[in-house]
């Protein structure tokens, strides 16, 4: 992302995860975000440019930005595990990349990876901040979110997403009372809008 940004391993379940780390540039720090990828079938990796659109807005706000790669992706160890072991490889990584206050983001695939930590995570209290982009609730079984998490959660869906429908968002959402952000004809990678999202996702973070 920037010439900051350091290369970084993790001890998962299945083996190594090769990650990438990335520091603010005024101190003092104000957490630790770890944010999660698309669908590793599907060309899914940490330098996937709305990640990689996450991982800027976390920076500029003064957070340490932690991306790695799933499972068999890239170089990390492993083969894919349909989402049980990624939720897996995601908690190491949380646990290894331990702070005071925590956030969590993820794009697509990994918003649904990022929920489900997300709600193991909520009684420590240590997690600030949350992000889910894209949420893969057509194909997967997102974890709904625990009420003390609502007002710390943003969730982002593109209007026209031709890989999640909204209305799969809204079903997953509607339950909970959550809101959802739509941005009006963007599909499902953002294309032309990420820095919309980048602004998004910062005014979210200053709240």
């Not at 590793?40 to 800027?56: C, E, I, R, S």
């Not at 794009?107 to 997300?118: D, P, Q």
Request: glycine share 10%; aromatic share 6%; charged share 15%.
């Amino acid at each position: 992302m920037n010439s900051a940004t350091q290369s970084t391993q993790f001890q998962g379940p299945a083996g190594v995860l090769e990650g990438l780390c990335d520091l603010p540039d005024a101190l003092p720090i104000r957490g630790t975000a770890v944010i999660s990828h698309p669908h590793p079938l599907f060309g899914g990796t940490m330098q996937n440019k709305v990640v990689q659109t996450l991982a800027k807005a976390f920076v500029q706000n003064g957070w340490r930005a932690i991306r790695f790669n799933f499972r068999g992706v890239g170089s990390s160890a492993g083969v894919y595990d349909e989402g049980r072991g990624e939720i897996e490889d995601l908690m190491s990584v949380i646990e290894q990349s331990s702070s005071d206050s925590m956030a969590l983001a993820g794009f697509s695939f990994g918003a649904y990876v990022t929920s489900h930590a997300a709600s193991r995570l909520a009684p420590s209290g240590n997690l600030k901040k949350l992000v889910l982009v894209g949420t893969a609730a057509s194909g997967f079984q997102v974890a709904p979110l625990p009420s003390e998490l609502h007002e710390k959660t943003l969730v982002v869906h593109g209007e026209v997403d031709d890989t999640v429908p909204l209305s799969s968002v809204l079903e997953w959402a509607r339950p909970q009372s959550l809101p959802v952000t739509v941005v009006p004809g963007v599909a499902h990678f953002f294309h032309g809008q990420l820095p919309l999202l980048r602004a998004l996702v910062s005014r979210h973070l200053r709240a």
